[in-house]
């Protein structure tokens, strides 16, 4: 092909990829597989990858994030992002309406929306391209996201239709209840810290540095307003319908999502509607918002010093309820982790049946006082699982307090607390059957080895069997041992057998990952096979050149060292490495050999790389990162707050120092 024809190739992919994309994730009516999308994706990767000169920032194959983001930039909003005056009472609804039809001695309609509970984003179109996304901030000045709002696939990266030359579209994004839930079971299988609400973790993860992290994520977005516009539409409603045509996926009508009413009960009809159907949605909202829909009666009511007259939000109270605490059991999870939970008289709660609560930890039994047989109130406010919070004393009749247990309810071993910690766990990670089960579980997941064909049933004969009593075991499992089990035959474990032999070309990280250190989720472990390339480098490396790492503090380094102290640990590891798995990295490719030779050593932080980008840097142009300044280093990049002592050790033994943009010419 030559290049005219390469570039109208990729045009022509570009443009039936965004297409796809619109019928999928706006209209919902998909008319290609998603094998047959994923086909084009991938001849559009190769193309660009051979001709990058063609290649859009627009491209759908930004999707997949994973690019170089750089810091944020602060920037300032054209138009300020305002925030609305809101109640919690419909009478002050009324009130407000009344006001609005004193000061407007004309027909008036209002808008009535949801209120997302997420993040608030402005998104600029240039000529039907995406050039800037940026967060609210603090109204005046918001951070330049545009790289990680790309991989948001409900949000169009080149429009269509007659769409106008430039103008700003608004809207929330947010993380459904789906996306939230699968995240924290697997922070929960890391045994990390787990997250409070889809609304802060959606916030974060906007934030994140690296934007395949925003796109493995799955945010999602409604777009709720339109600004800049030359050639307006009469309303807001008839500009939100408008800009479907353009390709935004807007908040459908059909399922009242939005919705035009001109009088104060058809607000008020949608405000009940809502309070109830609420529950049944995939995503959270904290309440209604109410906007008058006219343009030029919007400019006529205008602003106070902080919201616009013409929009109002009635927020939701969140609901609780009162139930009896009948008792409390204990969850050990795959670290050991133990986890008192509420088991509570059926209730109903928000649209379901609430049964159980989460207690978190002792402290919070102790704090609120339990006793069996309370009446205790639950809330389901913004996270999933409803929590107690609240004890009815008036009501109490029984001498019973809650004490935490001090033995393992599965293993009966004496519970550990460590100083500083709100948890309690059980020691015995090799014969505890839940942390035994967990760990074969978390190590043949998805994200880890990825190994088809073992369910959590099959885990759990293999176990009862002793055919496994770690994950070096599934290695040395036989078809003879299999075909006999349960509801097994030939085909499941050759499936399962082939699965197995395939895991052994699965990345160190992902090994990583799937051993289990504590604190050590998917991001750690990528970090740390990326910064030690190997598992006898990271078995090596002190405390200093572990908490080095981006992202690594001393809670991680402290693990990761114990974990490498533990004998068992270390015999693992051994066995795992005499059947064949990966515990060295795969080299990057290489972009060009400028650094040949050269060892360069990076502190500090930087403004457009972060330190793990522009070690990463280092190798993909042939140098080599060095962990400390030392005779044998040829560089010293230095960022901002970088230790006294580092820049002493360079000066003394003569090492360049160069900033962060000298390196950048250096390797151009
Ligand atoms: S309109 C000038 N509509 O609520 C008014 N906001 O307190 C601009 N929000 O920052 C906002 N759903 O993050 C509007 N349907 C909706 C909304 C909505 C959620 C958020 C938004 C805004 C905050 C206002």
């Known amino acids: 092909m030559d290049h005219l024809g390469v570039k109208t190739e990729i045009d022509r992919l570009v443009n039936e990829l965004n297409h796809h994309n619109q019928l999928y994730y706006i209209q919902n009516n998909p008319i290609i597989s998603d094998i047959e999308f994923d086909q084009l994706l991938k001849k559009l990767e190769q193309l660009e990858k051979e001709h990058p000169e063609y290649a859009s920032e627009n491209s759908p194959t930004k999707r997949v994030g994973g690019d170089l983001t750089k810091k944020f930039t602060a920037v300032a909003h054209r138009l300020p992002m305002l925030s609305l005056s809101n109640t919690y009472s419909e009478e002050e609804i009324e009130e407000w309406e009344n006001r609005i039809k004193k000061s407007i001695d004309e027909e008036i309609s209002y808008v009535c929306e949801l209120k997302y509970d997420g993040v608030a984003i402005g998104i600029r179109y240039e000529n039907g391209a995406?050039?800037?996304?940026?967060?609210?901030?603090?109204?005046?000045?918001?951070?330049?996201?545009?790289?990680?709002?790309?991989t948001i696939r409900t949000i169009p990266l080149q429009l269509q239709n007659d769409f106008p030359s430039d103008f700003e579209i608004r809207g929330e994004i947010f993380m459904p209840h789906e996306q939230f839930e699968a995240l924290n079971q697997e922070r929960e299988e890391a045994g990390e810290a787990l997250y409070a609400n889809p609304r802060n973790t959606a916030s974060g993860t906007l934030k994140s540095l690296d934007s395949k992290v925003v796109a493995d994520r799955k945010l999602d977005c409604y777009l709720y307003g339109l600004y800049g516009l030359s050639d307006l539409q009469a309303?807001?409603?008839?500009?939100?319908?408008?800009?479907?045509?353009?390709?935004?996926?807007?908040?459908?009508?059909?399922?009242?999502?939005?919705?035009?009413?001109?009088?104060?009960?058809?607000?008020?009809?949608?405000?009940?509607?809502?309070?109830?159907?609420?529950?049944?949605?995939p995503f959270d909202i904290d309440g209604i918002v109410i906007k008058v829909n006219s343009y030029e009666q919007q400019r006529k009511l205008g602003f106070t010093a902080k919201s616009p007259r013409w929009a109002i939000a009635y927020k939701f109270k969140t609901s609780q309820v009162e139930t009896v605490l009948e008792s409390v059991s204990y969850q050990v999870g795959r670290t050991g982790a133990i986890t008192p939970v509420a088991n509570l008289n059926p209730v109903q709660l928000g649209g379901t049946t609430v049964k159980r609560a989460s207690l978190h930890n002792a402290d919070q039994i102790e704090k609120l006082d339990l006793h069996l047989g309370d009446f205790v109130q639950v809330e389901k406010g913004g996270e999933i699982i409803p929590k107690i919070v609240g004890v009815n004393l008036g009501k109490r009749t029984s001498m019973e307090k809650v004490m935490f247990i001090d033995q393992c309810p599965e293993c009966q071993s004496n519970l550990v607390r460590k100083e500083g910690e709100a948890q309690h766990y059980c020691p015995n990670e090799t014969a505890c059957p839940p942390q035994v089960k967990g760990k074969i579980a978390h190590f043949i997941s998805r994200k880890a080895m990825n190994i088809d064909g073992i369910g959590e049933e099959t885990i759990e004969v293999l176990f009862e069997k002793e055919l496994i009593k770690d994950i070096s075991d599934l290695y040395r499992l036989t078809f003879d041992q299999l075909v006999d089990l349960e509801r097994m035959g030939e085909k499941s474990a050759n499936n399962m057998l082939k699965g197995i032999e395939a895991s052994k070309s699965i990345p160190f990280e992902r090994?990583?990952?799937?051993?289990?250190?504590?604190?050590?989720?998917?991001?750690?472990?990528?970090?740390?096979?990326?910064s030690f390339q190997n598992m006898d480098a990271l078995q090596a490396a002190s405390y200093d050149e572990l908490i080095d790492v981006e992202e690594i503090g001393e809670k991680i380094a402290i693990s990761v060292q114990l974990y490498f102290q533990d004998s068992a640990n270390l015999a693992l590891i051994l066995r795992l490495k005499e059947v064949g798995l990966m515990f060295e990295s795969v080299k990057k490719e290489q972009v060009s050999s400028v650094l040949l030779g050269k060892v360069l050593v990076v502190s500090g932080t930087f403004e457009t790389f972060s330190r793990d980008e522009i070690k990463e840097l280092i190798e993909r142009n042939g140098g080599k990162v060095g962990s400390s300044v030392?005779?044998?280093?040829?560089?010293?990049?230095?960022?901002?707050?970088?230790?006294?002592?580092?820049?002493?050790?360079?000066?003394?033994?003569?090492?360049?120092?160069?900033?962060?943009?000298?390196?950048?010419?250096?390797?151009?």
Do not use: C
Not at 636 to 653: S, V
């Open 130 to 150: 995406m050039t800037a996304a940026v967060t609210r901030g603090d109204g005046e000045k918001g951070e330049l996201v545009t790289t990680n709002v790309r």
């Open 235 to 281: 309303g807001h409603f008839e500009s939100v319908l408008k800009a479907k045509e353009w390709g935004f996926r807007i908040p459908p009508p059909e399922k009242r999502f939005i919705e035009k009413t001109s009088s104060i009960q058809g607000i008020m009809e949608f405000i009940h509607y809502w309070n109830e159907a609420r529950n049944a949605l």
């Open 511 to 530: 090994v990583l990952f799937g051993l289990g250190i504590r604190f050590v989720g998917e991001t750690v472990a990528k970090k740390l096979a990326q």
């Open 630 to 668: 030392s005779s044998k280093t040829h560089y010293l990049i230095a960022g901002a707050n970088m230790g006294p002592a580092k820049l002493k050790t360079a000066t003394n033994l003569g090492v360049v120092i160069i900033s962060e943009d000298e390196f950048i010419k250096l390797i151009s």
